[in-house]
Structure formats: C-alpha cells, structure tokens
C-alpha cells in the first residue's frame, strides 16, 4: 500500500458515525489527488474502514453492489437521508467538527 492509500484511509477512519463524505470531500481534505484517486484506494482497500461513510457528490452509496449494506449501516448510525441518499447538507463532515451534525 502507498502512502497516499495510508491516508485516504487514515481520514475515512476518522469519519464520525451518522457523517459522510464524498470522494472528492477526502481529496481536498488531504490537499491531494481527486475523487478518481480517492475511489481508486476505496475499491482496493477499503474494506477494512468504514467504506459506506464516504458517497458520490449527490449522497450515493459509493459501492454499487454494497447498496443495501450501506442503507443499513446509514440507518444503524443515524445518517441523516434523503430516500435512499445521504442528506448532504446536513450529514457532511468537514473533517474537524466532531459534534457539528
């Protein structure tokens, strides 16, 4: 694993439960890559983080074959929704507030 890959999971770990974010959320949080890249450390190995706190731009589940798994950890953590979306107004997270939901 690269280091890049180390950090993108490093900040996905660090996602509070009921938050979000998107590919393109982590790119600029670390001042690097862009949602390709990011997605790219999340198909390969995200599976050990919690993969269904981060979403497409819109709130999509990220992981097409994953939808119902991640319906399910959304709801268990409280994510704020929109159907079958992440509420992005209000279930992002920026990265340092823990407490600003």
């Given at each position: ?23 393109g959320d982590v790119a600029e949080y670390l001042g690097e890559g ?68």
């Amino acid at each position: 694993m690269n280091p890049y890959a180390e950090r993108v999971l490093q900040v996905v770990e660090s996602i509070p439960p009921g938050r979000v974010m998107s590919y393109g959320d982590v790119a600029e949080y670390l001042g690097e890559g862009g949602p390709r890249q990011v997605g790219a450390v999340m198909s390969t190995w995200g599976g050990g983080v919690p993969w269904w706190r981060v979403v497409h731009a819109d709130g999509t589940a990220a992981s097409p074959g994953h939808v119902q798994e991640c319906l399910a950890n959304w709801r268990a953590e409280g994510t704020p929704m929109r159907g079958e979306k992440a509420d992005m107004r209000a279930a992002r997270w920026d990265g340092r507030s823990v407490d600003s939901q």
